[in-house]
Nanobody, 121 residues
Framework: VQLQASGGGLVQAGGSLRLSCAASGRTFSNNNMGWFRQAPGKEREFVAVISRSGGTTDYADSVKGRFTISRDNVKNTVYLQMNSLKPEDTAVYYC???????????????WGQGTQVTVSS
């Protein structure tokens, strides 16, 4: 599975962005999909995960109620809608694919290249 993330940018605090991650190959719907982020000087951290069918999702406490993960198995794309953005959401965001419904990056063998999100105060 090859993944291409897009949609990052510069936004003011309180604003919104929608990230997309397009997958190539015929196995997209066989994979659970995750979003992770890495801020400067920090370790990569879990943000959100969605099951193969899209019926189950989960979020890090820090984004719960503000971010929504979704997927379109016809378009082979997973999305991360980010609302009420805060400066502490500034990071490079990565999408990942794997057979496990995982909260750790060890559960995902396939990764996109990352897209920068910067939230100004």
């Amino acid at each position: 599975v090859q993944l291409q993330a897009s949609g990052g940018g510069l936004v003011q605090a309180g604003g919104s962005l929608r990230l997309s991650c397009a997958a190539s190959g015929r196995t997209f719907s066989n994979n659970n999909m995750g979003w992770f982020r890495q801020a400067p000087g920090k370790e990569r951290e879990f943000v959100a995960v969605i099951s193969r069918s899209g019926g189950t999702t989960d979020y890090a406490d820090s984004v719960k109620g503000r971010f929504t993960i979704s997927r379109d198995n016809v378009k082979n794309t997973v999305y991360l809608q980010m609302n009420s953005l805060k400066p502490e959401d500034t990071a490079v965001y990565y999408c990942a694919a794997g057979r496990l419904f995982a909260y750790s990056d060890y559960g995902y063998p396939y990764w996109g290249q990352g897209t920068q999100v910067t939230v100004s105060s």
